[in-house]
Nanobody
Framework: QVRLVQSGGGLVQPGGSLRLSCATS????????MDWNRQAPGKQRELVAR???????NYTDSVKGRFTISRDNARNMVYLQMNNLEPEDTGVYYC?????????WGQGTQVTVSS
């Protein structure tokens, strides 16, 4: 049974930082590409960052230089460090993985950037 359990998130002022964590089970973590996605109010869910099994990363343009995705293969964890947060980063963040042709999501974590 694949499970993705998220932690972190919350309310932060513009310019602040947050770290999201995603604990996985039920997959051979080290072989999978992991990603973080977000859904802003009234908008579609979008890919924010992705990290493959070798540790290669890519980011959506709006977060480049501010967000960092990382993974710990020993702990089956993926992280999203978010710095210099902007109000436009507000939304529900989801970690995700594809396994055997099926997409799995974490439960979602609210991130609110507001003064």
């Amino acid at each position: 049974q694949v499970r993705l359990v998220q932690s972190g998130g919350g309310l932060v002022q513009p310019g602040g930082s947050l770290r999201l964590s995603c604990a996985t089970s039920g997959i051979t973590f080290k072989i999978h590409t992991m990603d973080w996605n977000r859904q802003a109010p009234g908008k579609q869910r979008e890919l924010v960052a992705r990290i493959d099994s070798r540790g290669s990363t890519n980011y959506t343009d709006s977060v480049k230089g501010r967000f960092t995705i990382s993974r710990d293969n020993a702990r089956n964890m993926v992280y999203l460090q978010m710095n210099n947060l902007e109000p436009e980063d507000t939304g529900v963040y989801y970690c995700g993985v594809d396994r055997a042709g099926k997409r799995y999501w974490g439960q979602g974590t609210q991130v609110t950037v507001s003064s």
